[in-house]
T-cell receptor, first 114, second 115 residues
């Protein structure tokens, strides 16, 4: 699958570090998403961008900061994370229409916070 | 709030046999979409099948089919002629109709395929 790519695939960081996750979609979609996937828990929607505008922020701590410079790119900036933030972070994209909105996922970034 | 429940954390099936994964959801909406996603060990989530709630006919995609029971709010996935490559985590998901990005996922079912 190359429709949605994410880098890096693995990231280990200390609690005082600053890092960024990158997502790029090659599907011509107009919406992008960040999800957090923790073991044995449902996927948690973190942020949604429609047409580059943030439309959803599900009570995510401010140590996570999203950025969407254009409809193809999405970043998640990380700073002063906690060990409980260790998880798989998935990016997805979709074409937002009134009747069809299937989301396509990237491979994820496995984040470990020491 | 809409919730999605997958009551089977793990399932196993013999190669070439059929297996059914369960999913129930809670909603007060009448129009919505349901999805099954597959996440193999390589981690990329792949759409398996989708169902529009207004359609009475169950969706099918090759060896994958659903049993959509709207009144019971049930949306099970049947995999026929199971293959080793079907081994993965399977997630059921729900989304309301309209320009709405809030998709709710179940906790997943891990499917093992035995040779």
């Amino acid at each position: 699958e190359t429709g949605v790519t994410q880098t890096p695939r693995h990231l280990v960081m200390g609690m005082t570090n600053k890092k960024s996750l990158k997502c790029e979609q090659h599907l011509g979609h107009n919406a992008m998403y960040w999800y957090k996937q923790s073991a044995k828990k449902p996927l948690e929607l973190m942020f949604v961008y429609n047409f580059k505008e943030q439309t959803e922020n599900n009570s995510v701590p401010s140590r996570f900061s999203p950025e969407c410079p254009n409809s193809s790119h999405l970043f998640l900036h990380l700073h002063t994370l906690q060990p409980e933030d260790s998880a798989l972070y998935l990016c997805a994209s979709s074409q937002v229409l009134d009747w069809e909105d299937t989301q396509y996922f990237g491979p994820g970034t496995r984040l470990t916070v020491l | 709030a809409q919730t999605v429940t997958q009551s089977q954390p793990e399932m196993s099936v013999q190669e070439a046999e059929t297996v059914t994964l369960s999913c129930t959801y809670d909603t007060s909406e009448s129009d919505y979409y349901l999805f099954w996603y597959k996440q193999p060990p390589s981690r990329q989530m792949i759409l398996v099948i989708r169902q529009e709630a207004y359609k009475q006919q169950n969706a099918t995609e090759n060896r994958f089919s659903v049993n959509f029971q709207k009144a019971a709010k049930s949306f099970s996935l049947k995999i026929s002629d199971s293959q080793l490559g079907d081994a993965a985590m399977y997630f059921c998901a729900y989304r309301t109709q309209g320009v709405n990005n809030d998709m709710r996922f179940g906790a997943g079912t891990r499917l093992t395929v035995k040779p």
